[in-house]
């Protein structure tokens, strides 16, 4: 079956009611398009695990804190389109903002404390704007399961808690960060890159593995492990730290003490580009072999 390119809720409402109606499990894969190898292991992922695959792409106005950054974000739907052609995607969802947003909202979701930190900081707004489109979504698609992935680590916290704190009946399913052969994580971003930019990107998922080689060693001072990450950054010229935190895996709050599973998460500018990347430590295996 060609991949279906549906862009009213209404056209998707009726698309989806055949495979509900035969109790198919659905899955759901929210992105804002521009796809890459990173998106391709969400959409794979929802393909095996699901009857019917729905692929969003909606480059989402309200969670976008700069508009510069909104007007230059990649749109290449028909790109796009071919990718799911690919993997067998069943339907893709590809609304206007207006299909979304018809009229001024009046209501919005915030998940408040997993926001505190890390990209909540420095980007306001912007994860109002990302709960509150997927909310929209889960309701528009009512899907069994939906894919997002580690990369954006807070978002993954956020939408999971949101599910649980609103009882969305869809179960969450996050999906490992793919990355290129030198450790850069891919985003869309990505290709704002110049050559030289390309380079030193590289920095931030080098200072994550110095943060985490430093907790496997047996560090639990996140200061001094920060330290050791920040003197990598700082030697580099060209890349300009936002945040490095390192935070709990359920609050996302920057601890005191390391212990059991944490998030070493960062943010860089390079050139006019914001990279963002993440790992997840578990702390206490090293304990154990110490
Ligand atoms: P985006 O289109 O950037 O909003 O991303 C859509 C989904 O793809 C989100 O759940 C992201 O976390 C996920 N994603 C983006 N980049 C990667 C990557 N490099 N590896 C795995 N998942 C990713």
Redesign the pocket.
Known sequence: MPTSVIRSISELRSHLASPRSRALTLGM???????????E??IAQARQECDHVTVT?FV?PIQFDRPEDFERYPRVLDGDVAVCEQLRVDAVFAPTAHEMYPERLRTTVDVSHLTDYLCGAFRPGHFRGVATVVAKLFNIVQPDRA??????AQ??AVIRRMVRDLNFPVEIVG?????EADGL?????NQHLTPDDREVATGLSRALQVAEQRIQLGERDPVRVKEAAMAMLDELPGIRVEYFEIVDVVELQPVRSISGRVIVAGATWVGGTRLIDNVTVESDSTDEAR
């Open positions: 894969v929210p992105t804002m398009g521009a796809l890459h190898a990173g998106h292991r969400l792409i989402n894919y997002f992935g580690e990369k954006d978002q993954f999906v490992p960060t793919v990355r994580a891919l985003s869309s971003r």
